[in-house]
C-alpha cells in the first residue's frame, strides 16, 4: 500500500531556516486569537492578512490542551456495503488526513467505504477528500498511495473516490521542485523547503516520493461542486482570484504548477493558506461570495481546525494535556458553511462523513 523508502533526494535542515523570517504581525492577537462574539464589528479575519501575508508555522494559534472541546453533530447513518448498481450513491467527505494513514483507514471502515482489507466496498457511493494528505503525520505518502488505490477500485465499483488541491499539496510540490530557491514572499527571504520544514514536512515522505505522486498532486482540482455542496480546501475567499467559474479555477491553478514559476506558485500556496474567512462577523457574506460565483447551496472545507474556529485558543507554552475532543463537523456561518478539519494533528479527530448531515 506504500511506496519503499530512499525513492528520492535526501532533504536535510539547512540555513535557509535561519533565513526565513517571520513577520511581526504573526505574533500579534487580531485574527489569530479572536473570538466571534455577538455585536463584534470587526472585519471578518482573512480581510486582515496583509498583502504580504507569508505562511509560519505560528499561522494559528494555539490550543490550550488543557481543555476539552465537545462538538456534539449528528451524522447521516454509514452507507451499506452494496450499493445500487445504477444511480449515484451516497456522497462521503474527508477532512485533513495530514498523513494519519491509520486512523484514516480506521475512519474509512467505520462508515462503510472500506473493509477489514482495506479494500473499497461502498459500491457506488462518492468520496471527497478536501486535500491536506501529508506533513505533521507520520505517513503522508501512504496516505496518497491508498487515495490513489481507491480510486481505481471505487471507479470500477461504479461510485468514485476523488481528492481535492490542499495547501500542503502546493508546499510539497514547491519543496520538491524549488529547494531553497529563493522566492518573492514580501516578508524576507523565504523558500519552499524553508516553509515545508516549519510546517510540519517528513523527510519519510521526501525520500518516498515518486513522480506518479507529483502528478497526481499537480493534477488535483481546487474547487468542485457535487449535490449543492461547493467543496473547497480553505476557508477563504481567494478562490475568486482565480476564476469566476469552477473550470476557470481549475485551469488556472494547473497552468500556473505547469508554468513552474517559483513565485506564482509560492504566491498560489500563500493565497491557499488564508484561512477564517468565514468565522466571524460578515463570514456568511464572504461564504455568499463563492456560492454566488461557482454555485452551491454551502460550502465544505477543510484547513482550518474545528476548534479554531470556535476560537479555544490557550496559551504559547504547549500545556501537555488530553486535546480537544471534537465528534463531528462544524455547521457555522448562519448554516452556510461545514467545516471538516477535525484536528487529528492535535489529538482531535479524523473526520469521514455523508452528506447531507443529519439534522
Not at 452494496?82 to 484514516?104: C, N, R
Not at 491508498?146 to 502546493?170: D, I, P
Not at 524549488?178 to 522566492?183: E, I, K, N, R, W
Not at 504548477?257 to 466571524?280: P, Q, V
Request: proline residues 6%; glycine residues 12%.
Amino acid at each position: 500500500m506504500t511506496q519503499g523508502a530512499g525513492q528520492g533526494p535526501e532533504v536535510e535542515r539547512t540555513a535557509t531556516l535561519r533565513d526565513f523570517r517571520v513577520p511581526a504581525y504573526v505574533h500579534e492577537t487580531g485574527p489569530y486569537v479572536r473570538t466571534a462574539h455577538p455585536g463584534d464589528t470587526a472585519p471578518p479575519a482573512d480581510e486582515a492578512y496583509p498583502e504580504s501575508y507569508t505562511p509560519t508555522q505560528r499561522d494559528l494559534p494555539v490550543i490550550n490542551r488543557t481543555e476539552t472541546l465537545q462538538v456534539p453533530v449528528e451524522t447521516a447513518p454509514a452507507a451499506p456495503a452494496s450499493q445500487p448498481a445504477t444511480g449515484p450513491g451516497p456522497l462521503f467527505v474527508v477532512g485533513d488526513v495530514h498523513g494519519y494513514l491509520d486512523e484514516l483507514v480506521a475512519a474509512l471502515q467505520e462508515q462503510g467505504l472500506i473493509d477489514a482489507s482495506g479494500q473499497w466496498c461502498a459500491g457506488t457511493a462518492r468520496l471527497w477528500f478536501l486535500g491536506d494528505f501529508t506533513d505533521r503525520g507520520p505517513d503522508g505518502i501512504g496516505v496518497i498511495d491508498l487515495v490513489m488505490r481507491l480510486s481505481a477500485e471505487a471507479a470500477a465499483a461504479g461510485g468514485y473516490c476523488k481528492a481535492l488541491m490542499g495547501n500542503h499539496e502546493l508546499l510539497l510540490l514547491g519543496a520538491k521542485r524549488f529547494g531553497d530557491t529563493p522566492v518573492n514572499s514580501g516578508a524576507g527571504t523565504a523558500t519552499f523547503q524553508a516553509a515545508w520544514l516549519l510546517n510540519g514536512g517528513q523527510k519519510t515522505d521526501m525520500d518516498r516520493l515518486q513522480d506518479h505522486h507529483l502528478q497526481w498532486m499537480a493534477r488535483l482540482d481546487a474547487v468542485e461542486e457535487v449535490d449543492g455542496y461547493l467543496l473547497v480546501h480553505s476557508d477563504t475567499t481567494a478562490y475568486l482570484d482565480y476564476g469566476d467559474s469552477i473550470e476557470a479555477v481549475n485551469d488556472t491553478v494547473r497552468e500556473t504548477l505547469t508554468r513552474n514559476d517559483a513565485d506564482e506558485c509560492w504566491d498560489l500556496f500563500r493565497k491557499f493558506t488564508k484561512r477564517f474567512s468565514f468565522r466571524d462577523e460578515g463570514g456568511a457574506d464572504a461564504v455568499r461570495s463563492l456560492l454566488d460565483t461557482y454555485g452551491g447551496t454551502r460550502v465544505v472545507h477543510g484547513h482550518s481546525p474545528i476548534p479554531y474556529l470556535l476560537g479555544e485558543v490557550g496559551s504559547e507554552d504547549g500545556e501537555e494535556g488530553t486535546g480537544p475532543v471534537v465528534e463531528g463537523p462544524h455547521v457555522y456561518a448562519d448554516g452556510l458553511a461545514i467545516a471538516m478539519d477535525g484536528g487529528v494533528t492535535m489529538a482531535g479527530k479524523l473526520l469521514v462523513r455523508q452528506l447531507p448531515l443529519a439534522t
